[in-house]
């Protein structure tokens, strides 16, 4: 009969653990920057716009803001997010997928302190 070896089953369960952990805390992640990165469109526009009026500049044929006049170039474009990543994430996901890699960064940290 095969003996398992214990040590190597439990890294494997804590690598495990971390990866689904970080998959439940990513998505999480990434729209809390998003959301402190400011508004992503101006109002409901579906187009890309000019960051300093909020004018439409799809199919535009130059750099020049025709609302304000500004160079595109400088004052920037926002373009909305893809419909997909616009959907809700449980925050209780990211919060499992917290406690799930806190967990295994304690586990991992006890166990090489001694």
Same mark, same amino acid.
């Given at each position: 009969?095969?003996?398992?070896? #214990?040590?190597?089953? *439990?890294?494997?369960?804590?690598? /495990?653990?971390? +990866?689904? *952990? /970080?998959?439940?805390?990513? =998505?999480?992640?990434?729209?809390?920057?998003?959301?402190?990165? %400011? =508004?992503?469109?101006? %109002?409901?526009?579906?187009?890309?716009?000019?960051? #300093?009026? *909020?004018?439409? +500049?799809?199919?535009?044929?130059?750099?020049?803001?025709?609302?304000? %006049?500004?160079?595109?170039?400088?004052?920037? +474009?926002?373009?909305?997010? =893809? =419909?997909?990543?616009?959907?809700?994430?449980?925050?209780?996901?990211?919060?499992? *997928?917290?406690?799930?890699?806190?967990?295994? +960064?304690?586990?991992?940290?006890?166990?090489?302190?001694?």
């Amino acid at each position: 009969m095969m003996e398992i070896d #214990h040590s190597i089953a *439990g890294m494997i369960l804590l690598a /495990l653990v971390l +990866v689904l *952990g /970080l998959a439940l805390l990513l =998505p999480g992640l990434v729209r809390l920057c998003r959301w402190m990165a %400011g =508004p992503t469109v101006h %109002g409901d526009a579906p187009d890309p716009c000019c960051a #300093h009026c *909020g004018y439409s +500049v799809r199919k535009l044929g130059s750099f020049t803001c025709p609302e304000c %006049g500004n160079d595109l170039r400088q004052v920037g +474009v926002i373009r909305p997010l =893809p =419909p997909a990543s616009q959907g809700n994430y449980p925050p209780v996901l990211t919060a499992m *997928g917290l406690v799930l890699v806190l967990l295994t +960064v304690l586990v991992v940290v006890r166990n090489f302190s001694g």
